[in-house]
């Protein structure tokens, strides 16, 4: 399923490429996540020979994976992802720019909305991030031996 997501991203930016363009995102990953997206990539670009494979395609697929995810799952676990980085220094990499779809663009500012609502202020870049390492997670779950 994840790489299926992670397919289904590809060629929707490069479908893209001449069209419409997808949303811009500025997100801040962790250095430790930054780094494993990183390394999947290289690993994925050689295994399945996707020369144009970018960072974007994974956060836009993760994003789509736990679209599902009840609020409050996403909440826990962004605020256990906080406590085990906490009094870290420099523990997150400098802001890059993503593309994401459309639709994962609305759902992260509805998303936005609702951690408002459950007053979690500051937990949003925590989400983002457990949200990559779990899709990172299911990657080499599926991944062949």
């Known amino acids: 399923m994840a790489y299926y997501e992670l397919a289904k991203s590809y060629r929707l930016a490069q479908a893209t490429r001449t069209g419409n363009k997808n949303a811009k995102r500025n997100i801040r990953l962790h250095d430790d ?3 494993a997206v990183n390394r999947q ?18 956060l836009d697929a993760a994003i789509t994976l736990v679209r599902d995810v009840p609020v409050a799952d996403l909440i826990k676990a962004a605020d256990d992802f906080r406590d085990q ?22 759902w ?22 457990v949200i990559v390492q779990s899709f990172l997670g299911q990657l080499q779950a599926e991944a062949p031996a």
């Open 33 to 35: 996540v930054a780094t």
């Open 41 to 58: 990539m290289v690993k994925d670009k050689r295994m399945l020979g996707l020369r144009n494979l970018k960072p974007s395609h994974y």
């Open 85 to 106: 980085h906490l009094g870290e220094e420099g523990g997150s990499a400098s802001a890059n720019h993503y593309s994401i779809s459309t639709t994962n663009d609305v």
């Open 108 to 129: 992260l500012d509805d998303m936005m909305d609702e951690l408002l609502l459950a007053k979690t202020t500051g937990l949003h870049g925590h989400m983002i991030n």
